[in-house]
């Protein structure tokens, strides 16, 4: 049974900085396609940021909102995936979750095609 759990959100002011936290466990496969995800009141789940990690090969996607603020990386030996957020604005608090995608082809902003999901973290972001 896979489980995602997260961590690290908070309540933060416009600039400052949050590192959010994936703990993954029941996974076995030798590759990872994870992303995260928000979703502010209101308004649809969005995709933030995936990476997907194959043999000898990695690669990220962000958001055009996050670009040069937000890194997603991961620990693949301690089955931990991360989302450093810097300079955080108003625009960017929501609930953020993590979630594994089963399917290495597919798209990487479709919340439809990952399948397990974490309960979520909360961010909040002052002016």
């Known amino acids: 049974q896979v489980q995602l759990v997260e961590s690290g959100g908070g309540s933060v002011q416009a600039g400052g900085s949050l590192r959010l936290s994936c703990a993954v466990s029941?996974?076995?496969?030798?590759?990872?396609?994870m992303g995260w995800f928000r979703q502010a009141p209101g308004k649809e789940r969005e995709a933030v940021a995936a990476?997907?990690?194959?043999?000898?090969?990695?690669?990220?996607y962000y958001t055009s909102s996050v670009k040069g603020r937000f890194t997603i990386s991961q620990a693949t030996a301690e089955k931990m995936l991360y989302l450093q957020m810097n300079d955080l604005q108003p625009d960017d608090a929501g609930v953020y979750y993590c979630a594994l995608n089963r399917n290495w082809y597919a798209t990487w902003s479709l919340a439809s095609t990952y399948f397990f999901w974490g309960q979520g973290t909360q961010v909040t972001v002052s002016p």
């Open positions: 990476i997907r990690t194959g043999t000898g090969n990695t690669v990220t």
């Open positions: 029941g996974y076995t496969n030798s590759w990872l396609f």
